[in-house]
């Protein structure tokens, strides 16, 4: 089933292109002024709107997203029709299928914007290049890519030995302001549980 329309438009902002910039130097990247503008160009600023799509089941995910502002899902359809959301990614975070985008393979994932989002993506077959030319990029993103390896091993850990109550204080603990952008239904779906057990969590935490 195809959706509505992935992508509203395609800018060149250079204002909001330059939170990449902000966000390789807090990494501890420095950059000539030659080797910023070569960055720039080669990412482009990507407007969603609220429930666009960026990516769907079947496709490849050749390319990788910085959020800039707003909020993006990660998830699958179960045989049932059941979503199941892997991850969120808001400001400052990164965004891709990764095993499509290094193996080529087509996703089982759909990316979709939970709200309107400016994000900056950058096709694979530029990024690569871009490394030769700027190593010290390449070295950013292992550090990225090690950082989500963590999560997701804690993220496995936590339901291999966790219960739904211990998971969700985890999430809010983690990401409290995260917390406050999503609907109830949203996050069951990320913690694998129904809205209505959700909410009785909620009704205990309260008490």
Known sequence: MRHQKKVSGLRKNKMVRASLIANLEKKGVVLSEDEKALVLTSFETVYLKKREYLLEEGEVCDFEVFVVSGCCKAYFIDDRGQDHIIYFAVEDWWLADLESYHLGTPTRYYIQALEDSEILRIPKIVKEPLYEKIPALERIYRLTLQQ????????????????????????????????????????????????????????????
Request: charged share 30%.
């Open 148 to 207: 989500e390896c963590v999560a997701l091993q804690r993220r496995i850990n936590n339901k291999l030995s966790m219960d739904a109550a211990m998971e969700y204080d985890d999430f809010c603990n983690r990401y409290p302001s995260l917390v406050q952008r999503l609907t109830n239904i949203q996050i069951a779906s990320y913690l694998g549980i129904s809205q209505e057990f959700l909410s009785k969590i909620r009704r205990r935490n309260k008490d």
